[in-house]
């Protein structure tokens, strides 16, 4: 059950009513901060799933959600606005392989990679990674838009802290 807000003609949160945070002593090392999004299909949905999938793999443990923003899209415009969202998990994979990790879940959640801001039924994106700093063709660690993007910042200031 989601709570509907607008904050202008553009943007809407929806709030779960089912708050999830966990913080216990763990035996992952890591904490991730990671950017969901996606614009085809039940996002909302399909994030709960995501949500349940990661709660149920023991590579990782679910820690906290953020709030869900319905945001227009950028870079390709002619398509369905996104849901946007941030999910706190710990694990114990090193950055490189935690991005391998990520993109074989995008694919399980039927991800098909076509064009630069193509539509796509989930997107994660790495946003922090402890505190560590990865400068790599591949992987970049703080992700380096998150500071531009409204679909990242409202997000991250809904967690609790």
């Known amino acids: 059950m989601f709570i509907e807000r607008k904050l202008n003609d553009s943007l809407t949160i929806y709030k779960n009513l089912r708050f999830y945070k966990k913080e216990q002593k763990s035996f992952h090392r890591y904490r991730v901060t990671i950017g969901i999004g996606g614009n085809v299909g039940d996002v909302k949905r399909r994030f709960a799933h995501l949500e349940t999938y990661f709660k149920r793999d023991k590579r990782v443990e679910f820690l906290q959600k953020s709030l869900i923003l319905k945001n227009p899209p950028f870079g390709f415009m002619n398509q369905d606005d996104f849901f946007n969202s941030i999910i706190i998990l710990k694990t114990s994979m090193q950055p490189m392989l935690?991005?391998?990790y990520l993109m074989r879940v995008e694919?399980?959640?039927g991800r098909k990679r076509s064009f630069a801001n193509a539509?796509?039924?989930l997107d994660l994106d790495i946003?922090?990674?402890d505190e560590r700093v990865v400068k790599k063709e591949r992987l970049s660690i703080p992700h380096p838009?998150?500071?531009k993007r409204v679909s990242v910042l409202i997000p991250l200031k809904g967690l609790k802290k």
């Open 107 to 109: 694919k399980k959640f």
């Open 119 to 121: 539509p796509r039924t």
């Open 127 to 129: 946003i922090f990674f």
């Open 145 to 147: 838009e998150y500071s």
């Open 98 to 100: 935690f991005l391998n």
